[in-house]
């Protein structure tokens, strides 16, 4: 019997990158996956595509996480199409690379929006509306734990996410929920590759295990998070990163 068989799971930015590769990871466990999306349907449909090919279920869902009314809206699908919600995975997210001093207003809004109040928004709705014995997985950064000029409002809306996921732990515990984040290091996605050559190379340079991140060292690990196998950890930010932070 594979670990996630007859679990539903909401994966917030599916439709790309590190999300994608959560998406394919608990399905290849069993679960039957919302890919949520901002607007990419095209990126979306095939995530949905492969996980079919592959015998499992899946359905794509636009949904602006940085919009509390979206976020409903999300849950109300997982629910009408597959009954409950039983993982939340937070993991849209955007970068922002800039001073303190040269973030504008709407650059802070931006970021914080979709990163920190996405992933509250979720949480709030999983509050309620989680069956027993769920799993919250947030996706921080490795960034975090590092002095990074320029990483300032970036880390600000992770550092965040991770102090909440420590609250909400607490929160959800007696019913056997599990909250937890995982802090991925560089990974190899367009997020990150849009940086300029030099630091990308830093970066790198940087693990432990001398290599970027790929989006498939990180599903394994959320799937496990996700798993029976899983449930005396929580409250955790744990670190994907190959030795880099
Ligand atoms: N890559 C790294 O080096 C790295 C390192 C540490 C942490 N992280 C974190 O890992 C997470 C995923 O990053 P990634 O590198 O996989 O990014 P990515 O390749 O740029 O993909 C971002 C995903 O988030 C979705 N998204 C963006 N804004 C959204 C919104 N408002 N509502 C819903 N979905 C939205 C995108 O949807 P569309 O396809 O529709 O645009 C896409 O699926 C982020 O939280 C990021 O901060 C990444």
């Given at each position: 019997m594979r670990k996630l068989e007859n679990k539903t799971a909401i994966v917030t930015g599916?439709?790309?990158?590190i999300g994608a590769n959560i998406c394919l990871s608990l399905a290849a466990e069993g679960a039957q996956v919302v890919v949520n999306y901002a607007g990419n349907a095209k990126a979306a449909a095939e995530v949905v595509d492969k996980i079919e090919a592959a015998g499992g279920r899946a359905l794509a869902v636009q949904a602006d996480v940085s919009q509390s009314a979206e976020v409903k809206k999300l849950f109300d699908f997982a629910e009408q199409q597959f009954?409950?919600?039983d993982i939340l995975v937070n993991n849209a997210g955007v970068v922002h690379y800039k001073t303190i001093e040269e973030t504008t207003d709407e650059e802070f809004d931006r970021v914080m929006r979709i990163n920190t109040y996405g992933t509250f928004y979720g949480m709030r709705e999983a509050a309620s509306r989680m069956a027993d014995n769920g799993r919250v997985i947030n996706i921080s950064s490795s960034a975090v734990r590092m002095m990074l000029p320029t990483y300032g409002p970036y880390c600000g809306t992770k550092g965040a996410v991770e102090q909440m996921t420590r609250s909400f732990a607490k929160e959800m515990g007696l019913r056997g929920i599990t909250v937890n984040a995982v802090s991925p290091g560089p990974t190899e996605t367009e997020l990150f590759m849009d940086n300029p050559p030099e630091k990308i190379e830093r970066m790198r340079n940087l693990a432990a295990l001398g290599r970027l991140g790929r989006p498939d060292d990180m599903g394994p690990v959320i799937a496990f998070l996700a798993s029976e196998d899983g449930?005396?950890?929580?409250g955790q930010v744990v670190p994907v990163n190959g030795g880099t932070a």
């Open positions: 599916g439709s790309r990158g009954g409950k919600v449930g005396w950890i929580t």
